[in-house]
Protein backbone atom coordinates (compact mmCIF):
# COMPACT_ATOMS: atom_id res chain seq x y z
CA UNK A 1 0.00 0.00 0.00
CA UNK A 2 1.51 3.69 -0.78
CA UNK A 3 -0.27 6.83 -0.54
CA UNK A 4 1.11 10.27 -1.17
CA UNK A 5 0.53 13.52 0.48
CA UNK A 6 0.95 17.24 -1.18
CA UNK A 7 1.08 19.95 1.51
CA UNK A 8 1.31 24.18 0.69
CA UNK A 9 4.45 24.24 3.04
CA UNK A 10 7.59 22.83 4.13
CA UNK A 11 7.35 21.89 8.37
CA UNK A 12 8.93 23.72 10.17
CA UNK A 13 12.48 23.56 12.08
CA UNK A 14 12.44 21.88 14.85
CA UNK A 15 14.50 24.96 16.27
CA UNK A 16 11.14 27.23 15.60
CA UNK A 17 8.80 24.09 16.30
CA UNK A 18 8.93 24.01 20.46
CA UNK A 19 11.23 26.65 21.78
CA UNK A 20 12.09 26.78 25.54
CA UNK A 21 10.07 29.35 27.16
CA UNK A 22 11.19 30.01 30.96
CA UNK A 23 12.86 26.93 31.37
CA UNK A 24 10.33 24.69 29.31
CA UNK A 25 9.82 23.10 26.03
CA UNK A 26 6.68 24.88 24.68
CA UNK A 27 5.15 24.24 20.83
CA UNK A 28 5.39 27.55 19.33
CA UNK A 29 2.42 29.54 17.53
CA UNK A 30 4.13 28.91 13.89
CA UNK A 31 4.30 25.21 14.60
CA UNK A 32 0.69 25.01 15.80
CA UNK A 33 -0.53 26.88 12.96
CA UNK A 34 1.46 24.65 10.21
CA UNK A 35 0.62 21.91 11.86
CA UNK A 36 -3.01 22.55 11.75
CA UNK A 37 -2.83 23.51 8.06
CA UNK A 38 -1.13 20.52 7.18
CA UNK A 39 -3.98 18.32 8.98
CA UNK A 40 -6.34 19.82 7.20
CA UNK A 41 -4.58 19.36 3.52
CA UNK A 42 -3.77 15.67 4.21
CA UNK A 43 -7.80 15.14 5.43
CA UNK A 44 -8.67 16.76 2.49
CA UNK A 45 -6.58 13.91 0.46
CA UNK A 46 -8.44 11.42 2.37
CA UNK A 47 -5.63 9.25 4.17
CA UNK A 48 -5.34 5.75 4.44
CA UNK A 49 -5.03 4.70 8.03
CA UNK A 50 -1.81 1.97 7.38
CA UNK A 51 -0.97 -0.33 10.04
CA UNK A 52 2.36 -2.27 10.89
CA UNK A 53 5.70 -1.08 9.67
CA UNK A 54 5.68 1.85 7.24
CA UNK A 55 8.29 3.93 5.02
CA UNK A 56 8.19 7.61 4.63
CA UNK A 57 9.95 9.97 1.82
CA UNK A 58 9.63 13.67 2.16
CA UNK A 59 10.69 16.31 -0.57
CA UNK A 60 10.44 20.23 0.12
CA UNK A 61 11.32 22.99 -1.55
CA UNK A 62 14.27 24.12 -0.41
CA UNK A 63 14.35 27.51 1.42
CA UNK A 64 16.30 30.66 0.31
CA UNK A 65 17.87 30.41 3.34
CA UNK A 66 20.52 27.80 4.71
CA UNK A 67 18.62 24.96 6.38
CA UNK A 68 19.59 21.07 7.58
CA UNK A 69 17.01 18.99 6.04
CA UNK A 70 16.89 16.70 9.18
CA UNK A 71 15.82 19.41 11.04
CA UNK A 72 12.22 19.48 8.87
CA UNK A 73 11.69 15.26 9.68
CA UNK A 74 9.88 15.47 12.83
CA UNK A 75 7.11 17.70 11.81
CA UNK A 76 6.49 15.81 9.05
CA UNK A 77 6.38 12.60 10.82
CA UNK A 78 4.40 14.21 13.84
CA UNK A 79 1.22 15.42 11.49
CA UNK A 80 0.70 11.93 10.30
CA UNK A 81 0.29 10.61 13.20
CA UNK A 82 -2.75 9.75 13.71
CA UNK A 83 -4.33 10.49 10.71
CA UNK A 84 -2.54 8.24 7.87
CA UNK A 85 -0.50 5.61 10.36
CA UNK A 86 -1.58 5.35 14.32
CA UNK A 87 1.70 6.03 15.70
CA UNK A 88 5.16 7.54 14.79
CA UNK A 89 6.70 4.29 15.93
CA UNK A 90 5.35 2.55 13.18
CA UNK A 91 7.46 4.65 10.56
CA UNK A 92 10.83 2.82 10.36
CA UNK A 93 12.65 3.99 7.47
CA UNK A 94 12.94 7.77 6.68
CA UNK A 95 14.60 9.42 3.53
CA UNK A 96 14.12 13.01 3.09
CA UNK A 97 14.95 15.82 0.88
CA UNK A 98 15.22 18.76 -0.87
CA UNK A 99 13.21 17.98 -4.47
CA UNK A 100 12.57 20.92 -7.28
CA UNK A 101 9.54 21.71 -8.60
CA UNK A 102 7.73 21.66 -5.62
CA UNK A 103 6.25 24.89 -3.91
CA UNK A 104 5.34 22.96 -0.33
CA UNK A 105 6.33 19.42 0.36
CA UNK A 106 5.15 16.08 -0.77
CA UNK A 107 5.17 12.91 1.54
CA UNK A 108 4.77 9.32 0.51
CA UNK A 109 3.85 6.75 2.76
CA UNK A 110 4.33 3.14 1.88
CA UNK A 111 4.02 -0.35 3.75
CA UNK A 112 7.12 -2.50 4.74
CA UNK A 113 7.60 -5.64 4.45
Known sequence: MKQTFSLTFIPPTVNTMIPTVNGRRVKSETYKAWRATAAW????????????????????????RPCDVDNRIKGALDVLSGLAYRDDAQVHRVTAGWAGGLDGARITIETMG
Do not use: D, Y
Open 41 to 64: EIKAQRPLVFEGPVSVTIEMKRPN
